[in-house]
């Protein structure tokens, strides 16, 4: 078995053991036998870690056989936790000098991590340490201040202080408390916050390194007086005690030290945070002067950066109020691009994104304001809007006089409304992205905070919830029926309903009902989509093809990427620009959905992608490790290919009725306009069999498997229910609609909003009354075949 003199050993044969092949392989001569390579996989995770000591200097100038040695050891060390023996600590801090004094620079946080992870006595590691102490304060710049802090301590005092002093020079009070603090923490608190170093701001560290910040109470402390120190010296600015210079307000260092402080506390949503939004932001975003400059633009942006790592509803609220003030022509646009991450942000944030303002809302979700005789009236519904009556008589523009005389109100008002609609597409956002994450609430905070909240109920209240009325005995209610709510203590657990818990005759019993009371919902919950893993899927193990092989927009798609809250870098004609995988966390962290697609070619405006696998990783020890598709919860799984059928179904070119490229991509466009019905589809196909019968064209509207029949006077269409394209009969010819030419029955109800069904009924309309068309392009198309 591998031991630890091997770490060092040099090409000297032992037992074949996958680990000692290995190493041979990385310290041996350029040979890895008849059988190849062994699978990491198969070593101990003690092993693991001499094995990855061993391959740290391996680079592109070693021969073959190490190279590929060190990358599968690297791969296997990036899916667990390798573990270390005090010798292969050592080592490792042996090899960094090495490293420092070969390129000027290591990375001290390996270090550390082999100590935090050792098998063993902590081994005494003195003297490699003290040597990169004084490597690295020999430079301009110190990179890693927390890991160094680490180090120097591992050094001893001395070398502790010399570092201490160093780091707390000339970068301001903050940073000089911040260094003092982390000096004074235990090992492990050191090695924790070590973990937070960053290159620049641009470039946050993973977010499980914030959760190990925030356990730390001296640092947890530090937070506090750091953000109240900067709000101090914004508040001395504006007083005229402490000079203004354009962005100048804090140094570099400092901003970084804030922000970091300032993610721990969102992390652990401090309570006295709110306030000193109140304070800090103005400060660091208006001048005192009359400038159009800022005292620290360079913070404003790092506060706005931590929104979208850690959003709370009063940071998003501050930095929109602000965002007013700021006189800098840039700096407005600038925030508007950041805060849609942020609102992204804060919808999967579910633990407190359901917070909402009452401000001076009555019980029905109307604020009044008085302006001389008029009154401007802010009813909430499915959104906020602003209406003016005079007299209890509804105005249908904003009165001259109130223009007038009370142009601040008329702003503050249509300010009030564009802030309101945005929370709630966040708490809508936040509901239903509680999916993955089964989220529960407490009986009495949500019957006030949601059920009774007057900006909120009239949106929960037409959503299905689920209260435990007794262990494992959960009652569905809908509060918008009128229904009596159970009596239960304030802590029973309440959560959002969902069809995949539910029995089919249930599901089908809330459809009905819904239809039936005309309760329309404000996202899809009744009538949602549920996937199930398929044969073909379970037969793949890890990767799903079932939205493989399309040829979308790509563009919209990547708008849909932003819209519903994933990750994808831009792709294009360009180096680099030629796949990616788009992904989305899920379940508070736990598990991660990939998309993967590739860029195809460009189309007009418009460039074009394939679509690739769906691939589901799960988080452990910190890292991701790929999942084969029946270990994935069913609620992550259901939902995550939910969204991604959502971005096929609207991009595909098969919805577009205007495509008229041939060769292979015609191919496709024929196939999918007009082929199998996706789960969306299928819904669709559900919603127009309760729905039919109800229209006043249902005597000529039949589904006929995948597509809605339709019969005019001039000819029969059939109408396809994922594409909505349309085709005659009796020859199947094309007909192109681009839209419908007259709207709907407006009379008729839809559950749910979805704009290819509304295009599939104004589709019907139109062509049961074919006889009224007047458009001669549709009308030749027609008469063509008739």
């Known amino acids: 078995m591998l031991n630890d003199a091997q770490v060092t050993r040099d090409g000297e044969r032992g037992p074949s053991?996958?680990?000692?092949?290995?190493?041979?392989?990385?310290?041996?001569?350029?040979?890895?036998?008849?059988?190849?390579?062994p699978d990491p996989s198969e070593v101990t995770d003690e092993e693991l870690g001499t094995l990855l000591v061993a391959a740290h200097r391996v680079d592109a100038s070693d021969t073959p056989a190490r190279r590929a040695a060190?990358?599968?050891?690297?791969?296997?060390?990036?899916?667990?936790?390798?573990?270390?023996?005090?010798?292969?600590?050592?080592?490792?801090?042996?090899?960094?000098?090495?490293?420092?004094?070969?390129?000027g620079w290591a990375d001290l946080t390996l270090g550390l991590d082999a100590l935090r992870h050792r098998t063993g006595p902590s081994p005494d590691v003195s003297e490699p340490a003290r040597a990169l102490v004084g490597a690295w304060l020999d430079k301009d710049v110190v990179r890693q201040p927390y890991a160094l802090l680490a180090v120097a301590a591992l050094a001893g005092e001395e070398t502790l202080s010399t570092a201490v002093e160093r780091l707390s020079r000339d970068v301001g009070p903050i940073v000089a408390d911040e260094t003092a603090v982390v000096a004074g923490l235990p090992p492990a608190?050191?090695?924790?916050?070590?973990?937070?170093?960053?290159?620049?701001?641009?470039?946050?560290?993973?977010?499980?390194?914030?959760?190990?910040?925030?356990?730390?109470?001296?640092?947890?402390a530090f937070t506090r007086r750091a953000l109240e120190a900067a709000a101090d010296r914004t508040d001395a600015i504006r007083a005229g005690a402490i000079p203004y210079r354009a962005d100048k307000a804090f140094t570099d260092r400092e901003v970084t030290s804030l922000g970091q402080?300032?993610?721990?506390?969102?992390?652990?949503?401090?309570?006295?945070?709110?306030?000193?939004?109140?304070?800090?932001?103005?400060?660091?975003?208006?001048?005192?002067?009359?400038?159009?400059?800022?005292?620290?633009?360079a913070l404003l942006y790092e506060v706005v950066r931590a929104a979208q790592d850690f959003p709370t509803p009063e940071l998003v609220t501050a930095i929109r109020t602000v965002r007013r003030t700021v006189r800098h022509a840039g700096v407005p646009r600038q925030l508007d691009k950041m805060l849609k991450k942020a609102d992204s942000a804060l919808a999967e944030r579910t633990d407190v994104a359901l917070r909402l303002p009452r401000l001076d809302f009555d019980d029905d979700g109307v604020l009044r304001r008085t302006a001389g005789d008029y009154r401007a009236v802010v009813t909430v519904t499915d959104t906020a809007a602003l209406t003016w009556e005079k007299d209890g008589r509804p105005l249908r523009s904003v009165p001259a006089p109130v223009r007038r005389d009370h142009a601040g109100l008329v702003k503050e008002t249509r300010d009030l409304v564009k802030r309101l609609n945005a929370q709630l597409a966040t708490l809508l956002r936040a509901l239903e992205g509680g999916f993955t994450v089964d989220t529960v609430h407490p009986y009495g905070r949500w019957r006030t905070e949601l059920a009774g909240h007057p900006l909120a109920r009239t949106l929960t209240g037409r959503l299905i919830w689920e209260i435990e009325v007794a262990p494992g005995e959960w009652r569905a209610v809908l509060p918008a029926t009128g229904e009596a709510l159970p009596d239960v203590p304030d802590d029973t657990p309440v959560r959002l309903w969902h069809p995949l818990r539910s029995d089919p005759d249930a599901v089908r019993a809330w459809r009905e009902l819904l239809n039936e009371?005309?309760?329309?919902?404000?996202?899809?919950?009744?009538?949602?989509?549920?996937?199930?893993?398929?044969?073909?899927?379970?037969?793949?193990?890890?990767?799903?093809?079932r939205f493989a092989a399309h040829l979308v927009h790509y563009r919209r798609m990547f708008a849909l990427f932003r819209a519903r809250g994933w990750k994808s870098r831009l792709l294009g004609p360009w180096d680099d620009g030629d796949g990616d995988e788009a992904e989305r966390i899920l379940a508070a962290g736990e598990w991660r959905v990939r998309f993967l697609h590739t860029w195809s070619d460009s189309a007009g405006d418009d460039g074009l992608a394939t679509t690739d696998q769906v691939r589901f990783d799960r988080r452990q020890q910190g890292g991701w490790r790929e999942s084969p598709l029946a270990d994935v919860p069913p609620l992550v799984f259901s939902e995550a290919m939910r969204d991604v059928d959502l971005f096929v179904g609207v991009t595909s070119i098969a919805t577009d009725p205007d495509w008229s490229d041939g060769g292979d991509r015609r191919a496709y466009w024929e196939r999918t306009a007009f082929g199998?019905?996706?789960?969306?589809?299928l819904a669709r196909r559900e919603v127009l069999e309760r729905l039919l019968p109800r229209l006043k064209i249902a005597d000529r509207c039949t589904l006929d498997g995948r597509f809605l029949r339709v019969r005019g006077d001039l000819r029969t269409y059939r109408i396809h229910l994922f594409s909505a394209n349309v085709l005659m009969e009796p020859d199947d010819s094309y007909l192109c609609v681009v839209a419908a030419r007259r709207p709907a029955d407006r009379s008729v109800f839809l559950p749910f909003d979805d704009e290819r069904l509304a295009l599939i009924l104004s589709k019907a309309f139109l062509l049961a009354a074919d006889t009224d068309i007047t458009d001669e392009t549709i009308l030749r198309q027609i008469e063509r075949g008739a």
Do not use: N
């Not at 916050?193 to 977010?207: I, Q, V």
């Open 17 to 37: 053991s996958p680990a000692d092949r290995l190493m041979r392989a990385l310290t041996g001569p350029d040979d890895t036998g008849e059988h190849g390579l």
């Open 70 to 103: 060190a990358l599968g050891i690297r791969a296997a060390a990036a899916e667990r936790q390798p573990r270390y023996t005090p010798a292969a600590c050592r080592r490792m801090f042996e090899l960094l000098v090495e490293e420092c004094a070969e390129h």
């Open 189 to 220: 608190e050191q090695a924790a916050l070590s973990e937070m170093d960053r290159e620049s701001r641009f470039a946050p560290p993973l977010a499980h390194t914030w959760h190990r910040s925030a356990d730390s109470p001296a640092y947890v």
């Open 261 to 297: 402080a300032l993610r721990v506390a969102l992390l652990r949503d401090e309570p006295w945070l709110p306030e000193l939004f109140d304070r800090l932001l103005p400060g660091i975003a208006l001048a005192p002067t009359a400038a159009r400059t800022l005292p620290s633009q």
């Open 517 to 545: 009371r005309r309760i329309r919902q404000p996202f899809k919950q009744a009538f949602r989509e549920v996937y199930l893993l398929t044969p073909a899927e379970e037969r793949t193990g890890v990767c799903s093809h």
């Open 676 to 681: 199998e019905l996706t789960e969306s589809a």
